[in-house]
């Protein structure tokens, strides 16, 4: 009568060790040149101490139909049991590899944990396996499976076992029936009390954060419960991240984002001049030799500003992925610790938009990029923001050279020249969009500075592809009215080689062109976003609607900062220090000071409310 009880009970014991045995090692010991700290005993000790109730969480949930089949046919021995958990647990065994595998592999890559995101990746199987070979994927599920059947084979062994043993398969008289559903109802309550947890409030992730090494805390968080909760919860911005009240937020964030005043210097000879926005995949500054990074990466970068540029030396991306450095750059928009809002479809013709801000001023707007615009709504943001016209893949000929992500940058910049000539040719007004791929993984470039690096070689291709490209651009009439703006999407941190937010975020902005009346350096502090309102401000063109994006060259700019998310934290960074703060956990990890955290969670506070009503 209840053999149930006692089956459910070994199979969530086998859940719970599946995890602290077989998932945690495999996720720590792969993932274990992420952690740039060293692990000690005592913090293996603390990650299984901690980890151990949404490893609960999870054994709950799969223990959760095995109890309510096993007492069913308790009560009504009507079908074998076994037969129907056995299917349950080749279901479950396969989402249990996929998953706990999944995890581990991309960690290195995101640095955070599997939740729902990876969903919206999966809509382009291309661009999901763009960046990993055949043999990488075959492998990857070759491992899945392993852990499947390691998973499989326990839960079937209990299975099998009990069903023969422990499971009743007669019928019963009224009030053991009775008994026997007040004792399933008791079972129960305990696997949602396990489940939800007994505070007022429900159990999240944060349950396991413990540490101010990320590294620890994802270790010891379910990968499993951290994609069930991130399912189950909706990407609602109204409400999020309310630390203030309305007045006391506006106060804050009012004098930390000016949406007037008056540029103190002037770099452009002319207040129209046509721009090409070169937005090149994770250029961070470690590959630029002048902003401390390796030597023979990015020379003809360093080679533009010192001859006719200007770089700006101190600038922050807004994030971690293109699609939030996308809407950085051409929105001024800050990027979502939470989420991105470019899908969110209906919300893209909201936000501010540089092209369609200077469509009004006559311009030809146009977005280039060498892959699929499918992936990550790319295409459906760059039409919102204005663009006239999109190219892509499907424009060019079969025979254009291409790497996994579409067509190399080299074949990309000669169909750029060949533009911006035809287009000067007609007399047109122009802003053009590039986005560059080749510096990507799997970093594979029909380039050779760097034989023994292949990833500061990719960077080095498209930087010579760059060099080339403002050379012959300097020999066209084009030249003496255009502006080049070349910038970053986001930073690149080497899963091999971790490096500190700090140093991810930091991105080099380089003006270059014929319509530049000046070069050098300009230090100023400022962030990824701030760009949109500096070239409007060059201009002479209000940026009033552009909330979170600042000139930087204007008398407003009163007090520099910059302001960088990641997956639910932030840094915000001003000319006294850093701060790192985890929003899961609520604590600063890095450089704990109350004045940078109370700006970072006013403008958190004052994104979200400004999400909810675009």
Not at 535 to 541: E, H, T
Request: aromatic share 14%.
């Amino acid at each position: 009568m209840t053999g149930f009880v006692l089956f459910a009970l070994i199979y969530f014991i086998f859940c719970t060790l599946f995890f602290e045995v077989i998932q945690k090692p495999f996720f720590g010991l792969y993932n274990r040149h992420v952690n740039a700290e060293k692990t000690t005993a005592k913090d293996i000790v603390q990650v299984y101490s901690h980890g151990l109730v949404s490893d609960f969480i999870i054994a709950s949930y799969l223990t959760a139909f095995p109890l309510i089949v096993s007492a069913i046919h308790t009560l009504l021995p009507c079908f074998n049991v076994a037969i129907v958990l056995t299917v349950y647990n080749i279901i479950i065994s396969l989402a249990v590899g996929l998953i706990c595998v999944s995890d581990t592999l991309l960690y290195k890559f995101w640095n955070y944990k599997l939740d729902s995101s990876v969903f919206v990746y999966l809509r382009s199987l291309k661009g999901a396996f763009a960046s990993v070979s055949a043999g990488y994927l075959v492998a990857a599920f070759s491992v899945a499976f392993i852990v499947a059947g390691i998973f499989f084979a326990g839960t079937q062994i209990i299975t099998v076992r009990c069903s023969a043993t422990l499971l009743d398969s007669s019928w019963m008289v009224w009030w053991k029936c009775l008994l026997t559903f007040c004792i399933f109802i008791v079972a129960a309550g305990c696997l949602f009390a396990i489940i939800r947890g007994l505070k007022i409030r429900p159990n999240n992730p944060s349950v396991v954060y413990y540490s101010k090494n990320p590294f620890f805390n994802h270790l010891a968080l379910n990968p499993a419960y951290n994609l069930i909760y991130s399912l189950g919860t909706k990407d609602e911005f109204k409400g999020k991240f309310r630390f203030f009240d309305d007045k006391e937020c506006e106060e804050i964030t009012s004098r930390l984002f000016p949406t007037s005043g008056r540029p103190k210097r002037k770099l452009l000879r002319t207040d129209r001049p046509n721009i090409l926005f070169v937005i090149w995949e994770s250029l961070g500054a470690e590959f630029v030799p002048s902003l401390g990074g390796k030597e023979n990466v990015a020379v003809n970068v360093d080679r533009i500003a010192a001859d006719e540029g200007i770089l700006f030396t101190r600038c922050t991306a807004g994030s971690f992925r293109t699609d939030r450095g996308l809407v950085c750059l051409l929105s001024g928009y800050l990027g979502q610790p939470t989420t991105s809002v470019i899908r969110y479809t209906r919300k893209l013709p909201n936000l501010p938009a540089l092209p369609r801000r200077l469509k009004k001023e006559g311009y030809v707007t146009t977005a280039v990029h060498g892959g699929e615009l499918t992936i990550m709504h790319k295409s459906d943001y760059y039409l919102a923001a204005g663009h006239d016209t999109l190219v892509s893949q499907k424009d060019f000929p079969s025979s254009a050279p291409t790497c996994k992500w579409g067509i190399q940058d080299g074949y990309m910049f000669d169909y750029i020249l060949n533009d911006i000539k035809e287009k000067t040719e007609r007399g047109e007004r122009w802003f053009t969009t590039f986005q560059t791929l080749s510096s990507h993984e799997p970093f594979t470039v029909p380039y050779n500075r760097l034989p023994d690096d292949e990833v500061g070689n990719s960077f080095a291709y498209t930087d010579h592809c760059f060099g080339e490209f403002i050379d012959r651009l300097k020999t066209t009439p084009a030249w003496d009215n255009t502006l080049v703006v070349c910038v970053a999407d986001h930073g690149y941190n080497a899963s091999h080689n971790p490096v500190s937010r700090q140093k991810y975020a930091h991105i080099p902005i380089l003006l270059t062109g014929g319509a530049l009346a000046e070069s050098g350096r300009i230090d100023t502090l400022m962030s990824q976003t701030d760009l949109a309102a500096t070239l409007l401000g060059q201009m002479n063109l209000p940026h009033d609607e552009f909330l979170f994006s600042r000139d930087v060259l204007a008398d407003s700019y009163s007090e520099p900062f910059s302001f960088h998310t990641y997956t639910n934290g932030f840094m915000f960074t001003d000319e006294r220090g850093v701060t790192i703060v985890d929003n899961v956990s609520g604590d600063a990890i890095e450089g704990s000071d109350p004045g940078r955290e109370k700006k970072g969670r006013a403008i958190l506070q004052k994104l979200y409310e400004d999400l909810a009503n675009r």
